[in-house]
């Protein structure tokens, strides 16, 4: 299981890699031809809105894999600390219920857009690129649920210290 872990996020890191580079080798790309030829590349732009799209959730999933997104942590500094295995438990539970709440209307979203049969640039289908909205949510959840699985047994990972 480790193994499959470490494959699956050396994908997720891979990826938002390489879109960060096509990113930003599409936007000097753009750049010059329309300072230097007068042109542009009639797909570039919303092949870059998109891509702006899958950075954020790749982002946030890979956040999420060690519980280090942005946080709002007021209750630890009023509470016993014998009541927060209980907070981050409940926390963990909302957040996971929230990500699967978004991810069946991303889902829906997503098979309307299907239906609707719209292209996003070149003949490529808006659906299959939207498509990361469900799946990245849902990957988000699913870490969450775990967490709180692992809260429960005792065995969750401490979140970082706030920095000053």
Request: hydrophobic share 55%; net charge positive; aromatic share 10%.
């Amino acid at each position: 299981m480790r193994r499959l872990l470490g494959w699956i996020h050396r994908f997720e890191d891979g990826l938002i890699v390489l879109i960060v580079l096509m990113m930003v080798g599409l936007a000097v790309a753009q750049i010059v031809l329309r300072n230097l030829a007068g042109t542009s590349l009639v797909w570039a732009d919303p092949l870059l809105r998109n891509a702006v799209l899958w950075i954020g959730l790749l982002g946030a999933m890979i956040a999420s894999r060690k519980d280090e997104h942005i946080r709002i942590d007021l209750a630890a500094n009023f509470l016993p600390e014998r009541l927060l295995p209980w907070i981050t438990g409940l926390v963990d539970l909302f957040t996971a219920g929230i990500c699967l709440l978004t991810a069946w209307y991303g889902l829906g979203f997503v098979i309307e857009e299907r239906q609707f049969g719209g292209a996003a640039f070149a003949g490529i289908p808006s659906w299959l690129l939207q498509s990361v909205i469900p799946l990245g949510f849902g990957v988000i959840a699913l870490r969450y649920l775990i967490l709180f699985g692992l809260g429960l047994v005792g065995r969750r990972p401490r979140m970082r210290e706030p920095t000053p």
